[in-house]
């Protein structure tokens, strides 16, 4: 699956992936989805980790990975991130775009860590 294309639950559970956050997609007893951190619980289950919707999760990972995001257009996002040099990859800079500033944000980062292409489940 491209990382173009990730969205909702399938993007989350890649970013958690990317952050070695030990994660599950959980789905509801009333058939909803949603990506979990089996490392921490709530009063309803595993804690719900939604770095693609929630600033409180993407903020630190932004900030910590460099993360730079700017608008385009209405509704069109771009992240970039630079991968510094390592024996096995050149240096390069990803850029991704999504329709909100945290799509894009954890699309870059799934790409940093996993290349352009992911299985269609982890």
């Known amino acids: 699956m491209r990382v173009a294309d ?3 639950p399938a993007l989350d559970l890649w970013a958690g992936n990317a952050l070695d956050v030990r994660v599950s997609i959980v789905e ?7 990506c979990a951190d089996l490392s921490r619980r709530e009063s309803y289950g595993p804690a719900k980790f939604q770095p693609s919707r929630d600033w409180a999760l ?3 990972i932004i900030e910590q990975r460099c993360i730079s995001i700017e608008a385009r257009a209405a509704h069109i996002w771009i992240a970039r991130a ?3 040099e390592t024996l096995m ?3 390069q800079d990803l850029e991704h775009m999504g329709p909100t500033p945290l799509i894009a944000a954890m ?3 799934v790409a940093w860590r996993f290349g352009d292409e992911v ?4």
């Open 6 to 8: 990730l969205e909702g």
């Open 28 to 34: 509801t007893t009333i058939g909803a989805t949603y």
């Open 58 to 60: 993407a903020g630190p």
């Open 82 to 84: 630079h991968r510094i």
């Open 89 to 91: 990859r050149p240096a």
């Open 107 to 109: 699309r870059v980062l």
């Open 119 to 122: 299985p269609a489940s982890a």
